[in-house]
């Protein structure tokens, strides 16, 4: 029996800016044998050109950044405070050379689109729409500039959410 549901995005209750912001979510891409995850704390939800969406943000110097340019899908997984140390290490350590599910705890879903976790409580499954390189030519604060003092600019992903999982309390 499944440990989640699929629901609609209008259906949830969570507060993006928790759960992004200061409860962070993982970012992965790839399929079975071949995908890697990354924390973030850094994105966003709404709705874009009709469709309920996701902006996921990673740096070309990142590991995962490979997979997100490579894959058509990536998930946004959200966990409970009590795997707070597996998020940790997911961004400390690179999958380049480390492995992360070993690391964390974490064991991979592998959904027809995308790799989620078991052990999230909730994860979204984004169908690549959109892509582009932040430049800091656009900066209209320039205390943003704070952000990039190796010059590694993120790239934002936006993805169409075609499936939301739930898991079941």
């Known amino acids: 029996m499944s ?6 995005p209008t259906e949830l209750r969570e507060n993006v800016f928790n759960q992004i912001g200061r409860d962070w979510m993982l970012v992965t891409a790839g399929h079975i044998g071949n995908f890697n995850t990354m924390t973030a704390s850094w994105g966003g939800m ?19 950044y490979e997979f997100m340019e ?3 899908y990536f998930s946004l997984s ?37 790799p989620y976790f078991d052990q999230c409580s909730l994860s979204f499954i984004c169908r690549k729409m959109y892509y582009q390189d ?23 992903y936006v993805g169409e959410i075609v499936k939301v999982l739930k898991r079941i309390a």
């Open 134 to 156: 932040i430049d800091p030519a656009n900066f209209l604060d320039p205390t943003i500039k704070n952000h990039y003092n190796q010059g590694d600019y993120h790239r934002m």
């Open 46 to 64: 709404g709705v874009l050109w009709n469709a309920n969406v996701c902006y996921a943000f990673v740096r070309p110097s990142r590991y995962t």
């Open 3 to 8: 440990k989640f549901i699929e629901i609609s």
């Open 78 to 114: 959200f966990f409970d405070p009590g795997y707070r140390r597996s998020l940790q290490f997911c961004g400390a350590h690179s999958g380049r050379d480390t492995d992360k599910m070993a690391g964390a705890g974490l064991t991979p879903v592998f959904d027809a689109q995308a």
């Open 70 to 72: 490579r894959e058509n």
